[in-house]
Structure formats: C-alpha cells, structure tokens
C-alpha cells in the first residue's frame, strides 16, 4: 500500500508558526479540546480529563507514522504557547486527496490568524504532498467556518444532508473543496499568493 512519507519541517507565516505536536504540548491541548465552545462545530467531544487529551496526541503521532495524517500545533512566532490545531487526515497517495480540520483559541479569533495557517497548510499539501485536491466539511451553522473556507478559495460545492450531529440533533455540513488548478491559478510558481 502506498502511504506518505512527510518530511516536515517546522513551518511559519507573517505571524504563526505551525509544528508538530508532541506530549509536551499535552496541557496547551487540553485547555483547547476541553472547551466547548471551540470544539462544538469539530467531530470532537469535549476533553474531561487530561488523559484524552494524551491519547488523542497519541493517535496524531500513530497517523503522521502511518502517512495518513498530519496535525500541526499553530503558535505564535514569539511564544512556545499552542494557541490553535491545524490538520490534514484521511491522506491518500493513490487519490492524492485529503480533508483539513483546524481550530484555535478564543481569544485569538477574528484576527485572521486562521486564514493564514490555512494558507501555510495549502502550500504544504499542494507544493509538497502534491495534493490533488483537499476538501472540509462545515456544518452549514458555522458561518465563522465557512468564512475562512472561502478566504482560502475553497469553493463551496455541496450540502451534505444531516451528516452532523450537534447538539443532540442531526443537522447539514457544507462540502468545501479546492484542487490543484485553483491552486495554480492563485498562485506564484512557489504559492507566494496564498495568504501568508
Ligand atoms: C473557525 C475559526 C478557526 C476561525 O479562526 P479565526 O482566526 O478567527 O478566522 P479568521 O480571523 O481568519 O476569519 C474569520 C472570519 O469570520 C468573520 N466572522 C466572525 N464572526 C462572524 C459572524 N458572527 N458572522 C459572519 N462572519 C463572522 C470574520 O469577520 C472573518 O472574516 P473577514 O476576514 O472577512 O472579516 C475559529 O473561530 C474557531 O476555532 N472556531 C471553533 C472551531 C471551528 O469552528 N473549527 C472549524 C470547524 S470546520
């Protein structure tokens, strides 16, 4: 079976960094993934106790082994501090294809560091995973989610009916995608025209 093989190296844009994430970042995570007003749109449920937390990294490291995922650790340029997760799952070298997932804290919203640390993901999956395409799902509620899809030139291509269970109910995502072409044609030859 062919799986990827990342070679990654620690990544930074005009604000962020983005790095892998180890067991010493156990207590930054936590403080994300055990609050439910960050998690409530993600497929996570919240984190009660540390330990899920560790066993979640766990499993980023299990799937970065297997080439099937990557989750990244986004902080600030000047600060050790995990502010924010970024991802790429469901990799898949023969359909070079995969679905991103991000977070961040609350306090840091609106800033537009998120557009950015999508713009430093696409540049990975597209210049040096040779991505075809790189689609995420956002429950059609989530319009700060939506929002940043579409800054990042996703496009918008679907509803998928009652694919997400929120709130004890069953409601509607948006299917987002973006493929190589876009990618091309809102780039320099290096990806300088994605957001930085
Ligand atoms: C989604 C999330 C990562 C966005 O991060 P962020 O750094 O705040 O995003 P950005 O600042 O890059 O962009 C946010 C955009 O939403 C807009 N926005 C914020 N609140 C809004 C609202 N109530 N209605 C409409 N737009 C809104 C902002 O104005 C901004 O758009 P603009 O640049 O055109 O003004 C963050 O809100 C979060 O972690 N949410 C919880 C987890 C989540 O939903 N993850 C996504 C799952 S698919």
Known sequence: MFRYTFNFQTQTTARLKLQRISLSHCYDLFELYSNEEIIQFTDNEPHLRVAQTRRMIRNFEKG???????????????????????GLS?????HQFG????????????????????GAMLRYAFFELKLQRLEGQV????????????KSHFQR???LRKNFFIQRKFEDS???????????????????????
């Open 64 to 86: 970065f082994q297997r080439g099937e995922q990557i989750f990244l650790g986004i902080s600030l340029l000047n600060s050790e501090k995990i502010i924010g997760v970024i």
């Open 90 to 94: 469901h990799l898949n070298v023969r």
């Open 99 to 118: 679905v991103i997932h991000f977070l961040l804290a609350k306090p840091f919203w609106n800033q537009g560091l998120m557009t950015e640390a999508v």
């Open 139 to 150: 429950y059609t509620g989530n319009v700060v989610g939506c929002r940043v899809m579409e």
């Open 157 to 159: 291509e679907g509803l």
């Open 174 to 196: 948006y299917l987002y995608g973006i493929i190589w072409t876009d990618v091309l044609s809102i780039s320099e030859p290096n990806g300088t025209k994605l957001p930085q």
